[in-house]
Structure formats: structure tokens, C-alpha cells
């Protein structure tokens, strides 16, 4: 378990121009950071334990932050 939060400009470090040109163009692009950012936060504060969750809802929020991943990436090498 890494308590390190995993933004997503960290995650795709090649791409950060292309995002910032999503964001300011696309809503539904800028609404997916959005969304991955407060996802991502959510994950960080369980593992740190400011919030803890059970490893249910841990699973599922991972799994949430992964789908969203998948997006941004899928919108960034479409563009």
C-alpha cells in the first residue's frame, strides 16, 4: 500500500500540455480530472487513515480511480 497520492499529471508526465488543452476545451474531459482528483483523495485519506474505509469500499474506490484512469489516458492518445 503506498501512501503516496497518485496524481494524475504524476501518472502521465508525457501528456501534461495535452491536458491542460483537454481541460480547457473539453467539459467531459475537465469533469473526469474532477472526478479523478476527488477519487484519488478519497484513497490517499483511507490509507493514511484521516478516514478509514473497510476493504470493500477500498476496492471499490481503487477501482473507480482506474476506470477514470482509463479514460483520461484513452481521451489524451486520442487527441
Known amino acids: 500500500m503506498s501512501n503516496t497520492p497518485h496524481e494524475i499529471q504524476d501518472e502521465f508526465p508525457e501528456l501534461v500540455g495535452k491536458m491542460h488543452e483537454l481541460k480547457a ?10 472526478d479523478y482528483r476527488e477519487i484519488n483523495r478519497a484513497i490517499h485519506r483511507a ?33
Do not use: C, N
Open 25 to 34: 476545451s473539453d467539459e467531459h474531459f475537465a469533469q473526469l480530472l474532477e
Open 47 to 79: 490509507e493514511t487513515e484521516v478516514e478509514p474505509v473497510g476493504d470493500a469500499q477500498m476496492e471499490t474506490m481503487r477501482k473507480e480511480r482506474m476506470v477514470l484512469k482509463d479514460e483520461i489516458y484513452g481521451m489524451l492518445t486520442k487527441a
